[in-house]
């Protein structure tokens, strides 16, 4: 039995962004969906002072419109009203208790249509996640299949289990896999072009960009080609800002897996400058890995595929 996939519902925004993806991604893995709406119940004594302030005060309501709504879906959802002072710790705790493979959550609403930009709740979950995050732009909404997922792909350890679980996905998917590398340039560069001997030409700093582009190029395709299964490839090399480049490709995709960065707490997810704008800002679905889980992904596609719908 796969693990299941637990969805926070926002009962004052009732965007169903996060809900569509999560139903998609239960019939695509055959894994149970949880739908958690969260709430402040009848929190009293010290606890009621700390309860955050657009919290909703009761979730039934929004939780029965949302299950007369997905009565004709084929898709076996269980929901369940949460209770706490904090939406994040809500979720994070649920996940613990479900043994969640994936936690999905919405964008806030200060996000424009179409775009995905984490709120206080994404960006807390993303800093001791138990299991991969799911964050869904405003307004996505399915397409009917998985066509293209990718990949930000860095020759670190946490940058070959994105690649491994965006590969895993795509191969249960039939889908195409875009790994997206970057090499960025920086004052190193520079330092590189001088000559190393006295009287001998030194290189252009785009030279030495160039070198560090093929390389990377090289390091994506050795990862690739280490990989099992019948996945249609494309390796891309930037030489640009990392983050402009992942947000301008994810307009093409119909999913982007990134991994953490290779320091910081185990079970951080989102650390760096990069993942942050992209998680901000990417056009399409994003799963974020947290640091310390392996194979996370993989679990997901152990059981006999469902619909792919993205």
């Known amino acids: 039995m796969p693990k299941p996939i637990l969805v926070g519902f926002d009962p004052r925004t009732a965007d169903r962004a996060p809900v569509d993806f999560g139903l998609a991604a239960a019939r695509f893995t055959g894994a149970p969906l949880v739908v958690g709406c969260v709430c402040a119940g009848r929190i009293t004594g010290s606890a009621a002072g ?52 994936l936690l999905v959550v919405g964008s806030t609403r200060r996000g424009a249509l179409g775009r995905l930009l984490p709120g206080s709740t994404a ?48 191969n249960r998917a039939a889908a195409a896999l875009r790994v997206l590398t970057v090499a960025q340039i920086d004052l190193g560069v520079y330092s590189e072009a001088e ?29 690739v080609a280490e990989l099992d299964g019948e996945v249609e490839v494309q390796v891309d090399a930037f030489l640009e800002d990392p983050a402009e480049s992942l947000i301008r490709v994810s307009e093409h995709l119909d999913l982007l897996v990134c991994g953490s960065r290779g320091y910081g707490p185990l079970r951080a997810v989102l650390l760096g400058g990069v993942s942050r704008r992209v998680a901000a800002e990417a056009h399409c679905p994003v799963i974020v ?8 992904l993989e679990a997901l596609t152990t059981t006999t595929p469902g619909t792919a719908v993205a």
């Open 50 to 101: 700390q309860v955050e302030e657009d919290l909703a005060e009761e979730a039934a309501a929004a939780l029965e419109q949302l299950q007369r709504e997905l009565e004709t879906d084929e898709a076996a959802v269980t929901y369940r009203e949460l209770t706490g002072t904090s939406a994040a710790r809500a979720l994070h705790e649920a996940a613990e208790q479900q043994d969640a493979g």
């Open 289 to 296: 890995l947290p640091r310390g889980v392996e194979a996370a």
């Open 195 to 223: 000559p190393r001997v006295a009287g001998q030409r030194g290189k252009q700093a785009s030279e030495v960009a160039g070198e560090h582009r093929i390389l990377a190029e090289r390091a994506a395709r050795a990862a």
């Open 123 to 170: 960006d807390r979950l993303m800093h001791g996640a138990p299991c991969p995050i799911a964050v869904i732009p405003t307004g996505w909404q399915p397409r009917g299949s998985l066509a293209t997922v990718g990949v930000a792909y860095v020759d670190t350890p946490e940058g070959r289990e994105a690649l491994r679980g965006a590969h895993a996905l795509a």
